[in-house]
């Protein structure tokens, strides 16, 4: 049986995105553990992972996996090109043929994995639609004329200058080119995985409330209170939060009264009309509890990560 090794690359810093990709939800798991369960799935041994940045926190979330890890450590400087090198010259003499993966495609079915595999050429690309896309394979004996390469246009113009034969996959899988570069791509991905009957990512949901003799501060209050500090007005915040005036005059007195200190000041009549604001107790109460929130629920999604770290399936 032919001995198929895959290298992922994902070193980058998904400066785009604002969020590490590899640890972001996808289906059961993460982006990352997905795509290694893909990998896993088909028969790959071994599988090379090379990180870069945030690197000791993602081996810590695949140690588990059997993969194994190398550092490009110079990952601001390099390109995705240099990251599967150094993957390449890691297993290249273990494996007839090698399978090249970006950390950023996980919409990629099986199925297409396998057909990548029933082919026996020097070089296979998958495409959809007319686009070139991933998994890429390579046999062991034209890895180091692809990857002598020294040009600026990465992983596709090392394909297409190298004088390799390229064998075009045309599969009826989008997800082999769609990558997420951005929060924005990342949330149509997920909504298409979706549709197409894959699930939803799972993610904690944390509701952060306050108790003094009784509960009387939570995500309701909080945002009252920004409501108010924005416009000035308690009746016009419980406008915008479709909020009836009593009940946010309630949520306002049982804080008060919990905390035994004003949080809003009021005042009527006047040139300028009546309006509120918040104290200074007010404003200090806000600030806290929007910092705890944050930190509670950044907490929660690292014990999270943690306690789904093998996904469900």
Request: aromatic share 8%; hydrophobic share 40%.
């Amino acid at each position: 049986m032919t001995k198929i090794g895959a290298v992922v690359v994902a070193a980058g810093r998904s400066a785009r995105m604002g969020a590490f990709k590899p640890l972001l939800p996808f289906e059961d798991s993460t982006i990352s553990l997905h795509i290694i369960h893909l990998l896993q799935q088909i028969g790959a041994e071994p599988i090379v992972v090379v990180t870069g940045y945030r690197a000791a926190q993602l081996e810590r979330h695949l140690e588990h996996t059997g993969v194994r890890f190398i550092r490009n450590e110079n990952y601001v400087e390099t390109q995705m090109f240099d990251s599967f090198r150094i993957g390449v010259q890691a297993l290249k003499d273990e494996c007839e043929k090698v399978l090249l993966m970006p950390i950023d495609t996980p919409a990629i079915r099986v199925n297409t994995f396998r057909q990548v595999l029933m082919i026996d050429a020097d070089l296979v690309r998958t495409s959809y639609g007319g686009e070139p896309g991933h998994p890429i394979m390579v046999k062991r004996e034209v890895l180091d004329r692809l990857f002598s390469y020294t040009g600026d246009q990465g992983l596709r113009g090392a394909m297409e200058t190298s004088g390799i034969a390229i064998t075009n996959l045309v599969v009826d899988d989008k997800g082999v080119n769609w990558d997420v570069d951005t929060q924005e791509e990342y949330q149509k991905l997920i909504d298409w995985n979706y549709r197409r009957g894959d699930g939803y990512p799972i993610q904690p949901q944390i509701q952060v409330c306050l108790m003094a003799n009784d509960v009387f501060f939570g995500p309701g209050a909080g945002k009252l209170l920004e409501f108010i500090e924005r416009t000035g007005s308690i009746q016009e915040a419980c406008t915008q939060m479709n909020m009836s005036y009593s009940k946010g005059c309630r949520l306002v007195k049982n804080a008060e009264k919990q905390l035994g200190f004003k949080i809003l000041e009021r005042w009527t009549g006047g040139t300028g009309g009546g309006g509120s604001h918040l104290t200074k107790e007010g404003k200090n109460l806000l600030g806290c509890y929007k910092e705890l929130v944050e930190r509670v629920q950044n907490a929660a999604t690292d014990i999270f990560q943690e306690c789904f770290a093998k996904g469900l399936q």
